[in-house]
């Protein structure tokens, strides 16, 4: 990494919460030496990337990985992703890539992919939950970055939230989430796109999607074709393991609204709203974008989530669905599960 292009994705995007990243600050390298030595003793780090926080840990260490499953509350059943500095690397624990693995990585690592492949043997048990094909991305924030090339292998890092719970878009929020179960919590601001990868089977004779992400289908379909999208948009069967109904919970019931309704006059009504909203509502309002930016909406997401959740005044949270569309379909799919309990 160059010093002088150093910067944070984050710095840009955090109109609401205020944090952010500062532009053109020195890498922290003491704090990455710290994380690597963390790490090689089996210790687990929270790391910013650009899509949520990552709780990680060494990815070929079975006490670490372990470590992981007890922190998060996380169910051995539910695989884990492998980050890697770069695609060879990732590439390395697979036991065949096909064409089209190579083509996407090409064209969207470092960033919000995660593509499932056969693994090897190398691959423990724990990151797979047992099975046959393993997870494995390339994250695009420089922080992450700068770990992996420091620690030199792969890092198992699942969202650096309690299992079942919303995700962390901000140090603090991993605060929040695991507190002084996790040593040391890198801070790379917030996050820049918001939501986890877009997570895809690729197989020899096509590409399935597993999990709605930060890349949205229509983008990888105008790169790679047509992807197997099963009912992913529903959010109801768990294509992928540990996408369980209840996922992304608040604490606090979570209503979703229909198209065009407004929230009843109640008192401790919150709203996660998107688009245009007429300011009689007598609600607490968290727009995810008063002008209907599905990007801006997925930036925010989670962290107006959690907001409406720890605010006092809140007793429920009612939301509005964007459009099912680019990023719209991953918002909804964990609107869905949020609202699932
Ligand atoms: O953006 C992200 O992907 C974030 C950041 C930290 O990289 N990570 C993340 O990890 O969201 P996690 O553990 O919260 O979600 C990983 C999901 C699993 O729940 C599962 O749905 C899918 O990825 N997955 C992992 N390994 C798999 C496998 N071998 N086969 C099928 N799905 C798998
Ligand atoms: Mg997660």
Known sequence: MNDSNWSIPGSSISPETGRGGQANTAPPAAEIARAVELLRAG???????????????????PVALARIFEVK????????????????????????????????????WPGPLTLVLPRRE???????????????RVPAHPLALALLRAFGGPLAAPSANRFGRISPTDAAAVRAELGDAVPLILDGGSCRIGLESTVLEVNADGIRLLRAGGISVE??????????????????????????????????????LAPGETPPTEPGAGWLAFGFVDCAANAVIKNLSSSGDLREAA???????????????????????????????????????????
């Open 43 to 61: 210790d687990l780090v929270a790391l910013p990337t650009e899509t949520v926080y990552g709780l990680a840990g060494d990815g070929l260490n």
């Open 73 to 108: 509350q996380r169910p051995l059943y539910d695989p884990l992703i492998l980050h890697f500095a770069e695609a060879e690397a990732a590439f390395a624990v697979a036991r065949e890539v096909p064409a089209a693995a190579l083509a996407l990585a090409k064209r969207f």
């Open 122 to 136: 190398v691959v423990p048990d724990l990151v797979t939950s047992g099975l046959p094909k393993v997870a494995v």
């Open 219 to 256: 983008e990888i379909e105008a790169f790679a074709g047509p992807v197997e999208r099963a009912n992913v948009a529903r959010g109801t069967a768990p294509l992928a393991p540990g996408q369980v109904a209840h996922h992304y919970a608040p604490r606090k019931p979570l209503r979703l």
């Open 299 to 341: 930036a925010h997401f989670f962290r107006s989530l959690r907001d409406l959740d720890d605010h006092p005044d809140v007793k429920i949270i009612y939301a509005t669905q964007p459009p099912a569309e680019g990023l719209g379909l991953a918002i909804n799919e964990r609107l869905a599960r949020a609202s699932a309990r």
